[in-house]
């Protein structure tokens, strides 16, 4: 069993639409970070949330972090072919030592 | 600033035989680690070294695997016997700290791609 699952495991949009993918878990996590990772390459961090009910910006990513710390989203405006990766979600739990992964939602922006 | 270094790259094995994997993390980084990402997964931490110690070897298939960071620096991973689920990508990461919080940013090396035949 998955401690964080992300929805959609896939998805395929055209460039300029705008997409929300979603990470959950019935654990309340201390942190929570996303990453992006392309083919061939390991994870690159976006951004790190840690107050509940946070909400972060990267020019047209926006991250948010639940109330209760269980959940977070990732909202991408007007997406670009280079948003292309695999977007992965990790938190952090209790003492926080090490992270634990989603599965991943597998992003394809086609021009 | 160099980034984590892994090596080799690719690496293809028959079942039973074994592989050993290095890596260098970036310099002054005293937290190194090793996940094992498989295909369509998310990545799961291995072990995770403090120095020249391990913190956590929780999930490492200790029958199999090993690991080691000696004079606390470079690293590798061994795996002995491998079997057919072993194929996936290994990827090394190093932290300025231990504890994960906002300020302690965590990077990867590109990985390890290791298929067991």
């Known amino acids: 069993t998955q401690l964080l699952e992300q929805s959609p495991q896939f998805l395929s949009i055209q460039e300029g639409e705008n997409l929300t993918v979603y990470c959950n878990s019935s654990s309340v996590f201390s942190s929570l970070q996303w990453y992006r990772q392309e083919p061939g390459e390991g994870p690159v961090l976006l951004v790190t949330v840690v107050t509940g009910g946070e909400v972060k910006k990267l020019k047209r990513l926006t991250f948010q972090f639940g109330d209760a710390r269980k959940d977070s989203s990732l909202h991408i405006t007007a997406a670009q072919p280079g948003d292309t990766g695999l977007y992965l979600c990790a938190g952090g739990l209790g003492s926080a030592r090490q992270l634990t992964f989603g599965s991943g939602t597998q992003l394809t922006v086609l021009p | 600033e160099a980034g984590v270094a892994q090596s080799p790259r690719y690496k293809i094995i028959e079942k039973r035989q074994s592989v050993a994997f290095w890596c260098n993390p970036i310099s002054g980084h005293a937290t190194l680690y090793w996940y094992q990402q498989i295909l369509g997964q998310g990545p799961k931490l291995l072990i995770q070294?403090?120095?020249?110690?391990?913190?956590?070897d929780s999930q490492l298939p200790k029958d199999r695997f090993s690991a080691e960071r000696l004079k606390g620096v470079d690293s590798t991973l061994k795996i002995q016997p491998a079997k057919l689920e072993d194929s996936a990508v290994y990827l090394c990461?190093?932290?300025?700290?231990?504890?994960?919080?906002?300020?302690?940013?965590?990077?990867f090396g590109e990985g390890s791609w290791l298929t067991v035949v």
């Open positions: 070294f403090q120095n020249n110690g391990v913190v956590d």
């Open positions: 990461a190093s932290s300025l700290e231990r504890q994960f919080f906002s300020g302690n940013t965590i990077y």
